[in-house]
């Protein structure tokens, strides 16, 4: 599976953005795909993950409520719905994929990874 993250800017706080991401492979939708984020020197961090039915997902705490994540399959496509977005929110964001679900939430667990899309909210 090769992914391909999409769709990083610079935002004004309180603003919205979405970012994509787009995977090859016909086994994309039997993969659970995360959302990281890595701020310059600092640890790749877990935003969210969706299941690969779309059903379920799950969050941060720092994001609850804030970000959407969803698929569709179809496209072979994982969106991450940014909104009210805070300074603290700058990072790179990178998305992942991976088999077998034990947490969901540590980068070690996810087998693929896209290259990143930067995100700058000003305040």
């Known amino acids: 599976v090769q992914l391909q993250a999409s769709g990083g800017g610079l935002v004004q706080a309180g603003g919205s953005l979405r970012l994509s991401c787009a995977a090859s492979?016909?086994?994309?939708?039997?993969?659970?795909v995360g959302w990281f984020r890595q701020c310059p020197g600092k640890e790749r961090d877990f935003v969210a993950y969706v299941t690969w039915s779309g059903i379920s997902t799950y969050y941060a705490d720092s994001v609850k409520g804030r970000f959407i994540i969803s698929r569709d399959n179809a496209k072979n496509t994982v969106y991450l719905q940014m909104n009210s977005l805070k300074p603290e929110d700058t990072a790179v964001y990178y998305c992942?994929?991976?088999?077998?679900?034990?947490?969901?939430?540590?980068?070690?667990?996810?087998?693929?990874w896209g290259q990143g899309t930067l995100v700058t909210v000003s305040s």
């Open positions: 492979g016909r086994t994309f939708s039997t993969y659970v």
């Open positions: 992942a994929a991976l088999g077998t679900v034990i947490t969901g939430r540590r980068p070690s667990e996810y087998d693929y």
